[in-house]
């Protein structure tokens, strides 16, 4: 007689034992409660709301709006050529990243064909060129004015926002560069300056440099008659910087084209030149001919279409400046601001991330004749980039969201016009959803934007 024996019997576990279970469980056990949390919530706001009379919606957006802002722009329309100069856009952008994920996925990339590059080319430059030529006149706008409605309003205010964002940003990232290469400075009075600079700013919180610059600095500039005049056509003065205003003639469209065909021309050679350096170690000269092609292009727009614009100086009429373009002193002063404040973190993020690269990198670059200027700007700080994107990321998340502070100095941005918004109407929820959700919306662009990018420039190892 045979017995087979098949050793100790495993303990049957229970299910709710099993970690994967249990993981799954925990986590819809969590997402029951926030949404029975938020289903309490709504349920008891919407009986507080209708104790006290207060209507829900937001069908009160349509509504007139009946106050002024202070600093409007045009807006284009979502109609007619600004939609399908949207749909040109994307289709281009869709089919080039269709193409460059397709051809990633056989470890190739989009840059390495040269028809796909001239495709791509045709796709982003040609598709809206094309919607430009064949819809003429111009792009429809809209201005607002105190019979617009409150949609209009909260656009304009979005739109002063990224105005504000957008040239903060720039301006932050290229003076902290500034900054972070003079802390690095075997200079020892600019080192010791540029520390200075870094540690006042990041420890003065940013509200008190706004009041700074706005109450102190561009309050007290001298009054209109008495202007601050610069090169006979820039003026300062206390209700602004007055700027000229550059108006587009007939020439000015096939002056732009051919400022972007030459860009792309240019874009084509330089890669044209390190493909061929891989190849065969040849070296072509990459400055004359990049500069002649893009002086060129234009030049020739210019002779054959005639001046592409002009400029509307300002000047003194009256009691005030008529013409040109006017930087309010509250945009100048929030830029300014967010600018020297932003800028001393991003001096610090720039200077860690340049730092971390092996001493040995710059000796093998002096090693190669390669002189100082170079070796930063080949070198160093193309692999300093892998530690700069990530932190700077946040830094920019911040600008963003800082901007909302110009309601201390009155900056007509989103969150100060939907704070007139809310106290005519009193929708106070609908207000502060828009809010929560329009700075969600930018923050995910925002953080979307900067990881596509540093995963582009990332390291890859083999």
Not at 1 to 22: L, N, S, Y
Not at 97 to 104: E, G, T, Y
Not at 441 to 451: A, E, F, H, K, Q
Request: net charge positive; with cysteine.
């Amino acid at each position: 007689m045979i017995h087979t024996d098949t050793g100790p019997q495993r303990e049957k576990v229970a299910f709710w034992r099993v970690p994967a279970i249990r993981a799954i469980l925990y986590q819809a056990l969590a997402i029951g409660f926030l949404v029975v949390m938020a289903l309490i919530i709504y349920k008891n706001t919407l009986a507080n709301l209708a104790k006290r009379g207060i209507k829900t919606g937001f069908s009160f957006l349509t509504n007139e709006a009946g106050f002024a802002i202070g600093e409007t722009g045009a807006m284009p329309l979502l109609q007619g050529k600004t939609l399908w100069l949207i749909a040109a856009v994307v289709l281009g952008g869709g089919v080039i990243f269709f193409l460059s994920r397709k051809m990633k996925k056989e470890g190739q990339e989009l840059s390495d064909s040269t028809p796909l590059c001239l495709l791509a080319a045709t796709l982003l430059i040609g598709l809206p060129g094309a919607v430009l030529w064949f819809f003429p006149g111009d792009i429809p706008t809209l201005h607002y004015s105190e019979s617009s409605n409150y949609i209009a309003a909260l656009a304009t205010g979005l739109a002063n926002t990224l105005k504000v964002s957008i040239v903060a940003c720039v301006l932050s990232t290229i003076l902290g560069l500034f900054v972070a290469l003079a802390r690095l400075s075997p200079n020892w009075l600019l080192s010791r300056l540029a520390r200075w600079y870094v540690e006042i700013n990041r420890n003065i919180p940013l509200l008190m440099q706004l009041f700074f610059w706005y109450f102190i600095v561009f309050q007290g500039l001298p009054s209109v008659r008495k202007s601050i005049e610069l090169w006979g056509i820039i003026s300062i003065n206390n209700r602004g910087l007055f700027v000229p205003r550059p108006i587009f003639l007939a020439g000015g469209a096939p002056f732009v084209a051919a400022v972007v065909i030459a860009l792309t021309a240019i874009w084509f050679y330089l890669r044209y030149v390190k493909r061929r350096q891989d190849s065969t170690g040849q070296q072509l000269p990459r400055m004359l001919p990049s500069l002649g092609c893009f002086i060129a292009l234009p030049a020739l727009s210019m002779a054959c279409f005639g001046t592409p614009f002009s400029f509307d100086i300002p000047h003194l009429a009256g009691f005030n400046f008529k013409g040109g373009m006017t930087l309010t002193p509250e945009f100048v002063a929030l830029v300014t601001g967010l600018t020297i404040y932003v800028s001393a973190f991003n001096a610090e993020i720039i200077r860690s991330g340049i730092e971390s690269v092996s001493r040995g990198q710059r000796e093998a670059a002096y090693a190669l004749s390669f002189s100082k200027t170079e070796s930063m700007k080949l070198i160093i700080l193309p692999q300093s980039l892998r530690v700069i994107v990530p932190p700077m990321i946040n830094e920019y998340l911040a600008v963003t969201k800082n901007s909302s502070l110009a309601v201390a100095i009155g900056y007509p941005d989103l969150v100060s016009v939907g704070g007139t918004i809310l106290n005519q109407t009193g929708q106070a929820i609908e207000v502060i959803g828009i809010w929560m959700g329009v700075y969600l919306l930018l923050s995910r662009v925002i953080s979307m934007g900067m990881n596509w990018y540093n995963a582009k420039i990332k390291l890859v190892e083999r």
